[in-house]
Antibody, heavy 121, light 113 residues
Framework: QVQLVQSGAEVKKPGASVKVSCKAA????????IHWVRQAPGQGLEWMGW????????KYAQKFQGRVTMTRDTPITTGYMELSSLKSDDTAMYYC??????????????WGQGTLVTVSS | DIVMTQSPDSLAVSLGERATINCKSS????????????LAWYQQKPGQPPKLLIY???TRESGVPERFSGSGSGTDFTLTISSLQAEDVAVYYC?????????FGQGTRLEIK
């Protein structure tokens, strides 16, 4: 079935970078955009950006411009989100999610299980 | 950016009763080319990722119980649970996918009274 499986939890020091992976299965990887959403502890959902796996083009939320990079490795159907210059308030659960259709904009389905990133000195 | 505002922030409803959650967008999310409002609802239970419930404002995702329904148009939308079950305790989020950045409401926590 269609699923996204993310890499495991990470603990990083302030100023470091983290790279989270999102392995796609059960569908043609290059046909659907992948989005990244984060959720700080006890807080709501915050959209970070998306990548078109076919072209590699990515678009980022203004808040993360210059600090986030979304890439993909099509032979292994995996997307990546790298966040640099980490601060304590980057501590959050990071989710990848697939856009549900191949044409136009759409809802997110399915979601990965989440990757907890903890930033602490 | 389109701001999505949900009300209330939290809600307590008795089992078997109706629960209603509202979502308002700061501008219309009606896409004229397909006459559809680009609005989705998600359910998130503790320790789980969000789960898609409804898209295009009112289309239930496969497997979602019929007690969940969505309505609205333009800038005002509603998620209704017709008869609350214990397993519906969760946080509910609306999301617009009309434009980038994709934005979410702040969430509504639904509990049993």
């Amino acid at each position: 079935q269609v699923q996204l499986v993310q890499s495991g939890a990470e603990v990083k020091k302030p100023g470091a970078s983290v790279k989270v992976s999102c392995k796609a299965a059960g569908y043609t990887f290059t046909d659907y955009n992948i989005h990244w959403v984060r959720q700080a502890p006890g807080q709501g959902l915050e959209w970070m950006g998306w990548i078109n796996p076919k072209s590699g083009d990515a678009k980022y939320a203004q808040k993360f411009q210059g600090r986030v990079t979304m890439t993909r490795d099509t032979p292994i159907t995996t997307g990546y989100m790298e966040l640099s210059s980490l601060k304590s308030d980057d501590t959050a659960m990071y989710y990848c999610a697939r856009e549900a259709t191949t044409i136009g904009s759409a809802e997110f389905d399915p979601w990965g299980q989440g990757t907890l990133v903890t930033v602490s000195s | 950016d389109i701001v999505m505002t949900q009300s209330p922030d939290s809600l307590a409803v008795s089992l078997g009763e109706r629960a209603t959650i509202n979502c308002k967008s700061s501008q219309s999310i009606l896409y004229r080319s397909n006459n559809k409002n680009h609005l989705a609802w998600y359910q998130q239970k503790p320790g789980q990722p969000p789960k898609l419930l409804i898209y295009w404002t009112s289309t239930r995702e496969s497997g979602v119980p019929e007690r969940f329904s969505g309505s609205g148009s333009g800038t005002d939308f509603t998620l209704t649970i017709s008869s609350l079950q214990a397993e519906d305790v969760a946080v509910y989020y609306c999301q617009q996918y009309y434009t980038t950045p994709r934005t979410f409401g702040q969430g509504t926590r639904l509990e049993i009274k």
